[in-house]
């Protein structure tokens, strides 16, 4: 922020280690700096590595080609801000997980925390090839830690996401892998990101 004033041509952010000037309803005005706290909790630690992870998946499923970002910022532009701001911000708002391990042909129980519209939200499920809707719009709850049934898994390794599945370039048909958001829930006790991925043997 910048501050005018008649007695200084022009001042930004911090002055020295002792003053700060900022800005509150359009008006400027000057505070104390004080040091900010970080006391690096593991809570704090295990949402800014999703943080890192997510920023990591969006430059892939979003940024990494024109016509993803295309589609994303499209999706965005409700909420004014962009495709690439959208997807971070649904990623930080939702959580999912699964079982590390099951047996071939049983059931496993996807738990989540929907941060994307219900109306737009669904479960993706990939195996390193293909992608595959487990649970598809209006399937969802919005609430904290839901569950839905992705049933009689065969043997093999999957990852599930959290998708926004109105997001598609025209011609394709759902699901892609850039309309897969997040497959992270922070564990705060541990101050880990955790990967929703389970092996069926």
């Given amino acids: 922020m910048k501050w005018k004033s008649v007695l200084f041509s022009e001042l930004a952010n911090k002055l020295g280690d002792q003053i700060v000037a900022a800005k ?4 400027g005005y000057f505070r104390s700096y004080v040091i900010p706290a970080n006391p690096r909790t593991n809570a704090q630690k295990a949402h800014r590595e999703v943080l890192k992870l997510l920023v990591a998946r969006s430059k892939e499923a979003v940024l990494g080609n024109a016509d993803r970002k295309k589609v994303w910022d499209a999706e965005a ?6 495709g690439y701001n959208l997807f971070i911000k649904w990623g930080r708002l939702s959580k ?22 219900i109306s737009k939200a669904g479960i993706v499920r990939y195996d390193g090839t293909n992608w595959v809707i487990i649970a598809d719009k209006g399937e969802l709850e919005s ?9 009689s898994v065969p043997a093999g390794t999957y990852e599930y996401y959290l998708a926004d599945l109105d997001v598609l370039i025209e011609g394709d048909t759902s699901p892609q892998p850039y309309q897969a958001i997040t497959k ?10 955790v990967e929703a991925k389970c092996t069926v043997s």
């Fill in 77 to 82: 532009l409700p909420y004014l801000i962009s």
């Fill in 24 to 27: 509150w309803k359009g008006r």
């Fill in 143 to 151: 609430g904290e830690d839901k569950t839905f049934t992705d049933s």
């Fill in 184 to 193: 992270w829930k922070p564990d705060e006790t541990a101050g880990t990101a």
């Fill in 96 to 117: 999912i997980s699964v079982p590390a391990s099951a047996s071939a042909g049983s059931d496993i129980t996807i738990t989540y925390t929907c941060g994307i519209p």
